[in-house]
T-cell receptor
Framework: GNSVTQMEGPVTLSEEAFLTINCTYT??????LFWYVQYPGEGLQLLLK?????DKGSNKGFEATYRKETTSFHLEKGSVQVSDSAVYFC????????FGTGTSLTVIP | EAQVTQNPRYLITVTGKKLTVTCSQN?????MSWYRQDPGLGLRQIYY???????DKGDVPEGYKVSRKEKRNFPLILESPSPNQTSLYFC????????????FGPGTRLLVL
């Protein structure tokens, strides 16, 4: 069946450091891939998405590329800010949705 | 304002006492879904609905019921809650399903004693 495996946290980085959060998936068919972000006490919000192989999603300096050959959708940002501190979820979706377990990121000044 | 609303936001109940968590969206979305979020497990889909009167089980449907009588509403029903249903619940909606962005409600924190 479909599933998402996400890098475990928590992750702590200094401001302006490079961020990578790994995400790999198992899927039948051609699902879309997503990164959602959850700030404390809030619901999830879409960060970026990619709907087919080799697509790159990007938003607010974050990027992820849908790689079918490695079944991956790793999240990257070149220079993190304190305001990026949140929990990040990788997700796979078609009719049904599958989320990773979430990676907590803390950015310290 | 486009949004997904859930009520109540917090609920404490006892084992076996039926409860309903409401979910409503004002974006004319076709797809609606319920998730539960538990530490270390991420979000798991309970039920989803691709249109009015069409519902399907997600990964963890046991102990839950849903209905979709109107496009905007998608209530989650716990007929006989048990302590293992203590969790944070999110409702979400999207225009369609494949590739579409889901918009999440603020969450309902449920404690079953």
């Amino acid at each position: 069946g479909n599933s998402v495996t996400q890098m475990e946290g928590p992750v702590t980085l200094s401001e302006e450091a490079f961020l990578t959060i790994n995400c790999t998936y198992t899927a039948t068919g051609y699902p879309s891939l997503f990164w959602y972000v959850q700030y404390p006490g809030e619901g999830l919000q879409l960060l970026l998405k990619a709907t087919k192989a080799d697509d790159k999603g990007s938003n607010k300096g974050f990027e992820a590329t849908y790689r079918k050959e490695t079944t991956s959708f790793h999240l990257e940002k070149g220079s993190v800010q304190v305001s990026d501190s949140a929990v990040y979820f990788c997700a796979l979706g078609g009719n049904q949705f599958y989320f990773g377990t979430g990676t907590s990121l803390t950015v310290i000044p | 304002e486009a949004q997904v609303t859930q009520n109540p936001r917090y609920l404490i109940t006892v084992t076996g006492k039926k409860l309903t968590v409401t979910c409503s969206q004002n974006m004319n979305h076709e797809y609606m879904s319920w998730y539960r979020q538990d530490p270390g497990l991420g979000l798991r889909q309970i039920y989803y609905s691709m249109n009015v009167e069409v519902t399907d089980k997600g990964d963890v449907p046991e102990g839950y019921k849903v209905s979709r009588k109107e496009k905007r509403n998608f209530p989650l029903i716990l007929e006989s809650p048990s302590p293992n249903q203590t969790s944070l619940y999110f409702c979400a909606s999207s225009l369609g399903w494949t590739g579409e962005t889901q918009y999440f409600g603020p969450g309902t924190r449920l404690l079953v004693l």
